[in-house]
Structure formats: structure tokens, C-alpha cells
Nanobody, 118 residues
């Protein structure tokens, strides 16, 4: 049994900042890649940022220079620092992690809503 729980979403004005957290819990042998996806109403889910166990980074072009992904392996937690937020960043943000448990698979959180006002 594995669960991912996101936190830190909310309402912020354009140009503001938010920090999202995602903590994994349960029977966990290992965590490989972790990442953040987002989905706005009427649009497909898209990758925002990803980080490997070794710290390699990957960002969507739309967030490069504004968002920073990081992780604390001891806490099984991944973070997304979001700066210079734009209205187009408004979406439900989902945590994703490749986890070895009783089986090895990708797990998803239930999402946290980020709303950026003009």
C-alpha cells in the first residue's frame, strides 16, 4: 500500500509564489523518478517537472526559469517551488512517483489546486 499526498496549493496573484509538497507513505522499498504534472479544465495533463533519484532535472519549456523541483529522499518527499506565477499556470497539480513496493509501478496523488489571478 502506497499513497502520495500533495499540499501547498491555493490562490495567488500573478507574479506570486507557491511551494508544493508531495509525501509518499506506505510500504516503500525505493523511489526512482518523481515529478509534477498539471491539468487545467478542458486540457490534457502535461508534465511540469521531473527529478530522478540522482538529481537529474527536466522541466517543461513553459516553466523553465520560474519553477524548481527538488526532493528529500530521506523523507520520500518531492517539492515544486513556483515563482513568477502566471494565470496560465492555473491547474490541478498532481504528484507522480515511480515506486518499488510490493510491486513496482507509477503512483499518483489526488492533486492540489493552484489558482493564479490576473
Amino acid at each position: 500500500q502506497v499513497q502520495l499526498v500533495e499540499s501547498g496549493g491555493g490562490l495567488v496573484q500573478a507574479g506570486g509564489s507557491l511551494r508544493l509538497s508531495c509525501a509518499a507513505s506506505g510500504i516503500i522499498y525505493s523511489i526512482n523518478d518523481m515529478g509534477w504534472y498539471r491539468q487545467a479544465p478542458g486540457k490534457q495533463r502535461e508534465l511540469v517537472a521531473a527529478i530522478t533519484r540522482g538529481g537529474s532535472l527536466n522541466y517543461a519549456d513553459s516553466v523553465k526559469g520560474r519553477f524548481t523541483i527538488s526532493r528529500n529522499n530521506a523523507k520520500n518527499t518531492v517539492y515544486l517551488q513556483m515563482n513568477s506565477l502566471k494565470p496560465e499556470d492555473t491547474a490541478v497539480y498532481y504528484c507522480n512517483a515511480d515506486i518499488g513496493s510490493w510491486s513496482h509501478m507509477a503512483y499518483w496523488g489526488k492533486g492540489t489546486l493552484v489558482t493564479v489571478s490576473s
